[in-house]
């Protein structure tokens, strides 16, 4: 029986507007109430946890995407206090429901304990706004958090969108991570979405993996995504998968494709590697990106 180690981060939040005065205080306490439960996690993604390394740490990743701990005020306290015991239950049975889809077609996953969370999204950020507002991370088995702005919208998502991180985290519970390949990530997020799909339905599915029309995609993303799909390092491979706006705004160069155009291919190549393979996803979800890639050669075409 799966645990899940559920971090409330409302709490977090209403203590720092509430009780500390200090951008020190603030940061101190978001840092040692909020994040210390991932450090393992943000370790292994050579995020800095305790000194910063050329400016960069673990706070200022968040920040980059969140409502800093020492800018949250009173202001804040209406989408705070939508983090409620509604919302946390959905999160939590968002994590349920994936985990019992893998284990009732037999697969079962290795991970006990689940320690997750939901961060307050910055809507002013490109990150947040670029996604329509909500986003997550769980390719580290163990460990997943969502990131959203509260509203109607994102709120309706809050499942799809836990369920999309615990498929990136089964499948890493079964397939080695590669360090970030452009076709391990397009392929991971293509499952991931199309696992959402599988279990929610299409209206809940990720902006991100319907963001380019057709032609679009048939005419500009397939051709530029084919042929880098060499690029074996993340550092590389991130501007194809996040498209130009996202890179340009991270001080990247862009690769001339629109935004989330990785994550529309990747979502449009799994479901046509589901369909003519007719694999189920759980089975799929299990796959190296390899095995799934040279399976669809005729994808690249079509």
């Not at 509604?86 to 893998?102: H, L, P, R, T, V």
């Not at 001339?256 to 589901?274: D, M, S």
Request: with cysteine; proline share 5%; hydrophobic share 35%.
């Amino acid at each position: 029986m799966s645990q899940f180690n559920i971090i409330h981060s409302n709490d977090v939040y209403q203590t720092i507007i509430h009780d500390l005065d200090t951008p020190e205080e603030k940061n101190a306490y978001l840092k040692s109430k909020l994040l210390e439960p991932f450090k393992e996690k943000f370790e292994i993604q050579h995020i800095p946890f305790d000194q910063p390394i050329n400016g960069f740490d673990v706070i200022s990743f968040y920040n980059s995407m969140h409502i800093a701990a020492d800018a949250l005020n009173s202001s804040h306290l209406p989408v705070v206090e939508q983090f409620n015991d509604s919302f946390w239950e959905k999160c939590e049975n968002g994590m349920q429901d994936a985990i019992d889809y893998f284990e009732n077609h037999d697969v079962h996953p290795t991970v006990e304990t689940y320690t997750f969370s939901a961060f307050l999204g910055d809507a002013q950020k490109p990150a947040m706004s670029l996604n329509n507002n909500y986003s997550g991370d769980g390719g580290i088995p163990g460990y997943l958090f969502i990131s959203l702005v509260p509203n109607d919208y994102t709120l309706a998502r809050v499942k799809s969108a836990v369920a999309h991180e615990m498929n990136h985290n089964i499948r890493y519970q079964f397939v080695q991570w590669d360090g970030g390949s452009l076709a391990e990530l397009i392929v991971s997020d293509g499952l991931a979405e199309n696992f959402v799909e599988t279990l929610y339905g299409s209206d809940v599915v990720g902006p991100w993996a319907k963001n380019v029309d057709e032609a679009t995609l048939k005419q500009k993303v397939k051709p530029i995504i084919k042929e880098h799909l060499d690029i074996n390092n993340l550092f590389e491979a991130m501007p194809y998968l996040y498209g130009d706006d996202m890179t340009v705004q991270s001080g990247g160069r862009p690769v001339g494709l629109p935004h989330a155009a990785g994550y529309t291919c990747g979502y449009y190549l799994v479901k046509y590697f589901l369909e003519h393979t007719q694999t189920p996803i759980h089975e799929a979800t299990q796959l190296s990106a390899s095995d799934i890639l040279s399976q669809v050669e005729d994808f690249w075409n079509d």
